[in-house]
């Protein structure tokens, strides 16, 4: 767990976006974990979306709070959402949350679309539990309701065992040009690697241009992180 004086301020995560840009950053993805639990997360939406050269804002997340928040995401400066859904099956829903109503992700896609935040994407992990039905009620669910579907093959990152995203552009490590930046700002080149670079101890130019450096052909292994910290 990560301690609380640790986690980058608004002001922190803007200052590095306003470094970023002038070396070639345009888009930006807040992941998680769940962005949606950051108290104010609508605020640093806007804070990113008004720096010059920013011209994407996406955002992943479980939608369980997207109803409440995507109008005022979009009036922020958010573009569009990936929404993690693993299944569109009530009950399976709730014995994979512990208890979850899939009614909220149902609303909150809703929502996004008439807040205007399109395309509304699906990240749907296949696990060994996943039922070929499951996979056929996800795939009718999405063609129905106009959502693009990408299948994410269950990962680990201590063994180093990842794949390519089916209808997406992730684990494609030839064409990768994700860095990420964890909550408490640590620069990772790569998922699958234990390289890391603190910008509040390098700097934000020096731990990025690291990052770059040190950005590997190909991901191996990662025993430092989950990837609830590492926004997967
Ligand atoms: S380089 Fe790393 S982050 Fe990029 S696709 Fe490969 S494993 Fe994933």
């Known amino acids: 767990m990560i301690d609380h004086n640790e986690i980058l301020s608004f002001e922190e995560i803007t200052e590095?976006?306003?470094?970023?840009?002038?070396?070639?950053?345009?888009?930006?993805?807040?992941?998680?974990?769940?962005?949606?639990?950051?108290?104010g997360i609508e605020n640093l939406v806007g804070m990113v979306s008004a720096i010059p050269g920013i011209r994407d804002i996406a955002l992943t997340t479980n939608a369980i709070r997207l109803e409440e928040y995507a109008g005022i995401l979009a009036e922020k400066g958010l573009k569009r959402v990936n929404i993690s859904l693993d299944t569109v099956d009530p009950d399976r829903y709730s014995e994979i949350t512990r208890g979850g109503d899939i009614g909220h992700v149902f609303r909150g896609i809703e929502k996004a679309r008439t807040a205007g935040l399109e395309p509304v994407k699906i990240n749907c992990v296949r696990t060994a539990d996943t039922s070929e039905k499951e996979l056929k009620d996800m795939e009718l669910?999405?063609?129905?309701?106009?959502?693009?579907?990408?299948?994410?093959?269950?990962?680990?990152?201590?063994?180093?065992?990842?794949?390519?995203v089916e209808g997406g552009d992730g684990g494609y490590c030839g064409k990768c040009n994700r860095i990420r930046l964890t909550a408490n700002?640590?620069?990772?080149?790569?998922?699958?690697?234990?390289?890391?670079?603190?910008?509040?101890?390098?700097?934000?130019?020096?731990a990025y241009q690291m990052a770059l450096a040190n950005k590997p052909a190909r991901g191996q292994v990662n025993s430092r992180n989950e990837f609830y910290n590492i926004g997967g």
């Open 185 to 206: 700002g640590n620069f990772k080149p790569c998922l699958f690697s234990e390289y890391e670079y603190n910008i509040r101890e390098l700097g934000i130019v020096q």
């Open 141 to 164: 669910f999405c063609l129905k309701e106009n959502l693009e579907i990408r299948y994410i093959r269950q990962m680990d990152l201590a063994s180093g065992s990842f794949y390519g």
């Open 16 to 39: 590095v976006v306003k470094k970023l840009v002038p070396m070639g950053i345009s888009k930006i993805r807040f992941t998680g974990g769940e962005p949606l639990v950051r108290k």
